[in-house]
């Protein structure tokens, strides 16, 4: 239903259908994509819907900030092995719900379960250790060690990471060659094995956000949070990570993310929850969301700074004519509200009302 | 001019006591600082803790030699956690405010008069390297060649405190190219992305803190044992600026930047020093613009401007990679 959909995906890029197409050419060969979406066939598209094999299960989680209550997410769930989009506008808790559960940040109050175990609580780096890698809004590629040490980094387990073994090189070398045969495969599966002997302060920021990818599956998780991974990426670099998010799901992964753009949205995911001013307010598949006034209703709120439809827009315009007339009417008030009146009621005469305005004016 | 007896003396000053203790307290410092990071600005007391540790536990408790070592390591060991429980969860800055503070209590609290009894007060302790001297296996005699002639007392020192360099620079180099000084120097980088991996960063600071106050103690035992006396005040905040000096010179994160940058420090203070002095007494200094007293402290801004020149024209110090330097950081 491309009338219902929200001010985002109305821009829908030719790069971007193009992959669409061809991830719909490559459905045949992605049984995972297939899996995901008949599991979620039948999930009901209502906020903390119960999902039939959730890896992820959050309770009445909730996170102040003095006054503002950044989180409050009374119930959700996250089906393994989907890739679930995390989408809201700027300010609805997003990021925030990501750093709760991935130990970054403590809520006030809540619990949640990963993999059937609690997670409430579990510092950062533990929650890294049972499974559950993230990336950040803000890629945080290592400047200064090299982009093969990024990759070494994140191998869990590692014995040279002990103080004391660290000491004696017989003891981790077998592991560290192995480490590093494996991060040569990730590297040049994301095609950064040119740049293995370079400093990661030197790669480009599409490049980081690669690295940051790749490093996170050097740990081997079972569920990968990927916070806005196409932010200032360029479009040719956004399909190559696209593609790479969606091995993901072919290799058996989780993945969430947070996301702004709607046609990523749309593409890759299989599942989408909807975050408003900390709550989840909408749940379902991609084209279900889209069209939920809900959702509408969270990413334009009171401010539709774009035009939903053409009539909307004409609507807009004549908003903004009224304002210029206000500007030019600033000596008379009372002429300026005349002006805004009559000008919602009939659209086009604003112009005309505006020199009208101007000449009682002087 | 005498040149040759300027040379002398810079030539001593490369390997010189000074030296090796600022490079002992620059690898430590290094290990923190460099590699790790950290910003600890209480690397004097650090030596300090080493040094009384010796002091107090020698001449004032009547202990043998080694368990005044073992006293000082354990000290400074515990004063690294002490510091590093409340503060290395939180940002960088206030480990720096903290172990600024903290280092000048360690010194105030040496010095002060209530506790003579045990730290000797301003005065300090000494009668407490007879041990240490009657280990030499040196016969009293000079040794060495060229412009390098040490008694037997110095030249024990030197040898020891030579040794315990190499050693320390061994076992940070066996650690840096290991996992464990990769997560290190992640941390340094990003500690939020080394957590996101799975490490848990809070411990390999904390390790890192431990290890370089260790050494730090190490420098302290040292110059204790140099001078065969201690004093609270020579292990004020100058101490430690002058161990990030050492450390910058030479370059941080390189495992003989210390070594190498302690040794350029002194040997270039040691000839402004002796270039001023003898350019006074010979004449070709007009007395209105400097005095014998006065060159003192020249020398030390003549030092300062040549470190404003390197952080110019070599900013990654003697060792450093320029190539890391065009990376911003952040």
Redesign the interface.
Known sequence: MPADQPAGATATSAATSAGAHAAHAAAGDAPRRAAAAAALRDVPRVPGAPKPDPILVADGVVRRFGGLTAVDVAHVEVQRGAITALIGPNGAGKTTFFNLLTGFDKPDEGDWTFDGQPLGGVAAHKVARRGMVRTFQLTKALSRLTVLENMRLGAVGQRGESLVKALFAPLWRDQETANTERAHELLSRFKLDAKAADFAGSLSGGQRKLLEMARALMTGPKMVMLDEPMAGVNPALTQSLLGHVKDLREEGMTVLFVEHDMDMVRDISDWVIVMAQGRVVAEGTPDDVMADPAVIDAYLGGHHDAPLDAEDEERQLAEVDAEVEQEFAADDAAHARTGTAGDTAAPHRAPGTTTDTEGSAR | MDWGSIFTNAAVSLIGVQTVIYALAGIGLNVQFGYAGLLNFGQAAFAAIGAYGIATMVAIAGLPLWLGVVVGVVGAGLFALVLGVPTLRLRADYLAIATIAAAEIVRLLLRSSSLREYTGGSGGVNGFSGDFYALNPFSPGTYGFGPWRFSERTTWVLLVAWVLIAVCCL?VW??M???????L??I???E??????????YAYKM?ALVIGGVIGALAGFVSALASGSVQADLYGTPFTFFIYTVLLLGGAARVLGPVVGAMIFWAVLSLTDNVLAQMIQGGYMPTWLMTDTQAGQVRFMLVGLALMLLMIFRPQGIFGDR??L????R
């Open positions: 076992v066996l650690l190219r290991s996992p464990w000084g990769r997560v120097k992640g340094r980088e990003d939020d992305a080394v957590r996101s991996l799975g490490k848990n960063v390790q190539r890391e065009a990376i911003d950081a």
